[in-house]
């Protein structure tokens, strides 16, 4: 018995070995010409249409406790201020929860304890930018007294980015023809294409903050964002 299954897979081998070679592998054609290597990118506007702040408060006391309780009544108040904006709770998270010792060095002597400082941050998504200065100010007079960003961004940039993409093309393949004619050739495929990165770049001027005197609203200018696609695709020239 152990003579025949030997037997049988010696044969099931040589048939594969006798197998024609085209079903075992792809054929590929190999590039004849001049491969040139080409990187371009697509850049799209966008209006942001997200605003993104921390908003928190510090608070300072003698006590852990005291300081804990101060800055829970005072972010109880931020967290009112944005409920009464309408900001869903999916958009408010909370981002930090620090309480430390607060010491005084004097020269030549041990540390003092003076107290103890409670920090309490949320983050918080705006999805109507046009509020956001609004919202900032309103956080203000509930008791936050520490605030970052905003940072403006494009809420669902996929369609953005794939406008961006066949520019990038195009501008590759225009670069292609401009290298062939200059080189007395002509383009005659495409070997390769790859996507080598994406950005959101907002330029300086696309957001802005200004805070004035008491009394003054805050405005934000959202300005335009520059979304874009970086590709590298392989032609071939002859």
Known sequence: MMKKILS?????????????LAAQTVEMRAITGTRLDVVAVGEVERVPDVARISAGVVVQAATA???IRQNATRMAG???????????????????????????YLENQPPQLTGYQANNEVSVRFRDIAQTGRILDALVAEGANQI???N??????????????????RNARARAELYA????????????????????????????????????DTRI?????????????????E
């Open 152 to 169: 403006l961004s494009v809420d669902r940039p996929e369609a953005a980015l794939d406008e961006a993409r066949v520019l990038a093309i």
């Open 181 to 216: 004619r200059a080189l007395d050739m002509r383009v005659v495929r495409v070997i390769s294409v790859s996507e080598a990165g994406m950005s959101y770049v907002p330029p300086p001027r696309a957001m802005a903050a200004r805070l004035e005197a008491q009394g003054a």
């Open 8 to 20: 049988l897979v010696i044969g099931l081998a040589a048939l594969a070995a006798s197998a024609p």
């Open 78 to 104: 931020v967290r009112a201020a944005l409920e009464r904006a309408g900001i869903a709770a999916r958009d408010i998270q909370t981002s930090s929860l620090n309480l430390q010792p607060v010491y005084r």
């Open 221 to 237: 200018d959202p300005g335009e964002q520059t979304l874009s696609v970086s590709v590298s695709v392989v032609f071939e020239l």
């Open 148 to 150: 970052n960003g905003p």
């Open 65 to 67: 406790t005291e300081a």
